[in-house]
């Protein structure tokens, strides 16, 4: 079961006995499942995304943030676990995820999930209509925020100074090579690479 409210999704989330460690309370990695089961239900049980085949060849989970708050216990309530848009990029979006119970916040989590193209398994673009999608569950503060950098972005782009072209560099004498003795072995030193991670 889930609920819409404005700039979230809600799913109501039962505990299981099962979920119990040997402390008595709620297994972190179960928690994590509650986050995975929230992102879930937004983007494949939704009635829009149901709809409009959103997110049909479904996504990646890229990253996980998470805070425990407070040590979660098993009881009748379901949890309530909420969903909120913080990010869109290119492919991606940064989820927050907020589970509660009575008012309370157990366990607050960033997530970044990826759109995945069927054929290649990888990365792909959002789609206009995932965009729009996502944007519905964006709190009026980050809708301000991603309007911002757009305009700013924007901005930059018409009024960009011109640049006038570098002076001249003197030539500079470049040393020679260093010789190296006949018969001496040289080593082999691969370079280094620079590992470059992007979000989308």
Same mark, same amino acid.
């Given at each position: 079961m889930n609920t819409v409210q404005t700039g979230a999704h809600v799913l109501s989330c039962p505990t299981r006995w099962s979920d119990v460690d040997e402390n008595g309370?709620?297994?972190?990695? #179960?928690?994590?499942?509650y986050i995975q089961e929230g992102i879930?239900?937004?983007?494949?049980?939704h009635e829009t995304a149901v709809r409009e085949s959103l997110f049909?060849?479904?996504?990646?989970?890229a990253r996980h943030e998470i805070d425990y708050l407070e040590q979660l216990h098993h009881r009748p309530e379901p949890l309530s676990v909420r969903l909120t848009v913080e990010r869109l990029? #290119?492919?991606?979006?940064?989820i927050e995820v907020n589970v509660c119970r009575d008012g309370l916040i157990y366990m607050r989590a960033r997530t970044v999930v990826v759109a995945r193209d069927r054929e290649s398994g990888r990365s792909r673009a959002l789609s206009?209509?995932?965009r729009i999608f996502l944007s519905a569950f964006m709190t009026d503060t980050a809708r301000d925020r991603a309007a911002l950098a757009a305009?700013?972005?924007t901005a930059a782009t018409v009024t960009a100074p011109t640049v006038s072209p570098a002076p001249p560099v003197a030539a500079q004498a470049v040393p020679p090579a260093q010789r190296v003795p006949a018969g001496a072995v040289v080593p082999f030193r691969r370079p280094r690479r620079r590992c470059h991670a992007s979000m989308g």
């Open positions: 309370h709620i297994n972190n990695a #179960r928690l994590v499942g879930y239900d937004l983007l494949r049980h049909s060849a479904g996504f990646i989970i990029g #290119r492919s991606s979006t940064q206009p209509a995932e305009t700013t972005v």
